[in-house]
């Protein structure tokens, strides 16, 4: 499998993409391309005690470079020549399964969508990532950042993109799909809430996806539904909040073990177990989140991602280039759109 890595993008560029591409090459077997500054990224192999570049692995030039502070709908023409646009021309062009970028979440989005493009019948990507929940599965949120104002209309599509893929990458024969609100009746939340509602409904009827109403916040770690739709800024909040919480309980679980000799020696006998606790709730066990609707896979890593999250994002890459939903996504639209205008 081979995989792109903006070797550049990231609040711990270059040193966490390279090492973490190192570690994604050896532990999963990945062929990996650098893409960046190429003295900067030799230096940093050099830094680790590797003089020359591991089987498998290649580095591909780009001097320019994305910052958080560059306007996302210039980049691809302003800096064409940047880690993160060359890497998205290079999978375009078949260079390579799937990439990787820390960079800035809105130039990545800009760059995907206008260099490896939408699959046909998708308005707008959407960031899905899959979080753990008390039920013993996964819940794919949708989208959770890369389109802060939605319309009605994206919403429905979302919940339609958000349970294929639940299908056909985590395994669930019928998906229950929720929209997030403020309270699970139908009348709640703002003019955006009702009006997808009512499509999610419709579209439940005609039989589209397993529609099964609101669904608060809370309930999204508990396993209610599947497949949460919400807007991106909405769904970013969720998404952080839940991070938030999640190491807030890591930490009271470590001060609880450190009060006394006797909670010292009780951690030691449940250690195993605390240790898959915090492994099960980092982000970086989970490497990134894949844009939803583009033609290839493309995986948005944390910007904050260090070496452990880049080599995981490695996995995740692979993961997603060899379950790629994109063509079923389409025919599956095509199917829906067909369907929509016979009636």
């Given at each position: 499998?081979?995989?792109?890595?903006d070797?550049?993008?990231?609040?711990?560029?270059?040193?966490a993409?390279v090492?973490?591409?190192?570690?994604?090459?050896?532990?999963?077997?990945?062929?990996?391309t650098?893409?960046?500054r190429e003295?900067?990224?030799?230096?940093v192999?050099?830094e680790?005690?590797?003089?020359?570049l591991?089987?498998?692995?290649?580095?591909?030039?780009?001097?320019?470079?994305v910052?958080?502070?560059?306007?996302p709908?210039?980049v691809?023409?302003?800096?064409?020549?940047?880690s993160?646009i060359?890497?998205?021309?290079?999978?375009?062009?078949?260079?390579?399964?799937?990439?990787?970028?820390?960079?800035?979440?809105?130039?990545?989005?800009?760059?995907?969508t206008l260099v490896v493009?939408?699959?046909k019948?998708?308005?707008?990507?959407?960031m899905?990532?899959c979080?753990?929940?008390k039920?013993?599965?996964?819940?794919?949120?949708?989208?959770?950042?890369?389109?802060?104002?939605?319309?009605?209309?994206?919403?429905?599509?979302?919940g339609?993109?958000?349970s294929l893929?639940?299908k056909?990458?985590?395994?669930?024969?019928?998906?229950?799909?929720?929209?997030?609100n403020?309270?699970?009746?139908?009348?709640?939340?703002?003019?955006?809430q009702?009006?997808?509602?009512?499509?999610?409904?419709?579209?439940h009827?005609?039989?589209?996806?397993?529609?099964?109403?609101?669904?608060?916040?809370r309930?999204?770690?508990?396993?209610a539904?599947?497949?949460?739709?919400?807007?991106?800024?909405?769904?970013n909040v969720?998404?952080?909040?839940?991070e938030?919480?999640?190491?807030?309980?890591g930490?009271?679980v470590?001060?609880m073990?450190?009060k006394?000799?006797?909670?010292?020696?009780?951690?030691?006998?449940v250690?195993?177990?605390?240790?898959?606790?915090?492994?099960?709730?980092?982000y970086?066990?989970?490497?990134g989140t894949?844009?939803?609707?583009?033609?290839?896979p493309?995986?948005?890593a944390?910007?904050?991602?260090?070496?452990l999250?880049?080599?995981n994002?490695?996995?995740?890459?692979?993961?997603?280039?060899?379950?790629?939903?994109?063509?079923?996504?389409?025919?599956?639209?095509?199917?829906?759109?067909?369907k929509?205008?016979?009636?």
């Amino acid at each position: 499998m081979r995989i792109i890595i903006d070797a550049m993008g990231g609040d711990h560029a270059p040193l966490a993409p390279v090492m973490g591409a190192i570690d994604g090459a050896k532990d999963f077997g990945a062929q990996i391309t650098l893409v960046g500054r190429e003295k900067q990224i030799r230096a940093v192999l050099k830094e680790n005690g590797i003089e020359t570049l591991p089987e498998g692995v290649t580095i591909v030039h780009a001097e320019e470079v994305v910052d958080m502070h560059d306007d996302p709908a210039n980049v691809v023409r302003k800096k064409k020549d940047s880690s993160m646009i060359a890497g998205l021309r290079m999978l375009s062009e078949g260079e390579g399964d799937a990439m990787i970028s820390a960079g800035s979440t809105g130039a990545l989005l800009s760059g995907a969508t206008l260099v490896v493009k939408r699959v046909k019948g998708i308005r707008r990507a959407a960031m899905g990532p899959c979080m753990p929940n008390k039920a013993g599965g996964k819940t794919v949120i949708l989208d959770c950042g890369a389109n802060a104002e939605c319309t009605p209309e994206f919403l429905l599509q979302f919940g339609i993109v958000g349970s294929l893929y639940a299908k056909k990458t985590l395994g669930v024969s019928e998906p229950k799909v929720g929209l997030l609100n403020i309270g699970t009746e139908d009348s709640k939340g703002t003019p955006l809430q009702k009006e997808a509602y009512a499509l999610l409904t419709d579209a439940h009827k005609k039989g589209l996806i397993n529609f099964v109403g609101n669904v608060e916040a809370r309930d999204v770690p508990l396993g209610a539904v599947d497949v949460v739709v919400c807007d991106g800024f909405s769904g970013n909040v969720l998404l952080k909040s839940i991070e938030g919480t999640a190491m807030f309980m890591g930490s009271l679980v470590s001060k609880m073990f450190k009060k006394s000799i006797i909670s010292k020696l009780s951690a030691a006998l449940v250690m195993k177990d605390i240790k898959a606790f915090k492994k099960l709730l980092d982000y970086r066990e989970i490497g990134g989140t894949q844009f939803l609707g583009i033609k290839k896979p493309v995986i948005k890593a944390h910007g904050s991602s260090d070496r452990l999250a880049f080599r995981n994002a490695v996995r995740q890459a692979m993961e997603a280039a060899e379950h790629d939903i994109s063509a079923d996504l389409e025919q599956h639209l095509a199917a829906i759109k067909e369907k929509t205008d016979a009636e």
